[in-house]
Nanobody
Framework: HVQLVESGGALMQPGGSLTLSCTAS????????MAWVRQAPGDQREGVAV???????SYAESVKGRFTISRDNAKNTLYLQLNSLTREDSAMYYC???????WGQGTQVTVS
């Protein structure tokens, strides 16, 4: 079955950088679009970034130029590099498969 395990969340200072990872199993990772979605308490979920199997990417306007999504298909791993963090980036970050069919448990990023 599909499993997604995120890691890398932390308490950060504004302006800092962080890399989130998501290890995937149970499906042919390289064939699937993957995405990062975040949700802060009381807020709606926000799609942050998406990447296709060939590495083409798309970003939310709120993170464009600061965040970078990438993948290593040989390692079945998805990444999100977060730079120039602001308090508004504080949220639970989820690794998600295409169609939002499968979600990881999330990893918490707090900027304070």
């Amino acid at each position: 079955h599909v499993q997604l395990v995120e890691s890398g969340g932390a308490l950060m200072q504004p302006g800092g950088s962080l890399t989130l990872s998501c290890t995937a199993s149970g499906f042919t990772f390289e064939n699937w679009y993957m995405a990062w979605v975040r949700q802060a308490p009381g807020d709606q979920r926000e799609g942050v970034a998406v990447i296709d199997g060939d590495g083409a990417t798309s970003y939310a306007e709120s993170v464009k130029g600061r965040f970078t999504i990438s993948r290593d298909n040989a390692k079945n791993t998805l990444y999100l590099q977060l730079n120039s963090l602001t308090r508004e980036d504080s949220a639970m970050y989820y690794c998600v498969t295409e169609g939002f069919t499968h979600w990881g448990q999330g990893t918490q990023v707090t900027v304070s």
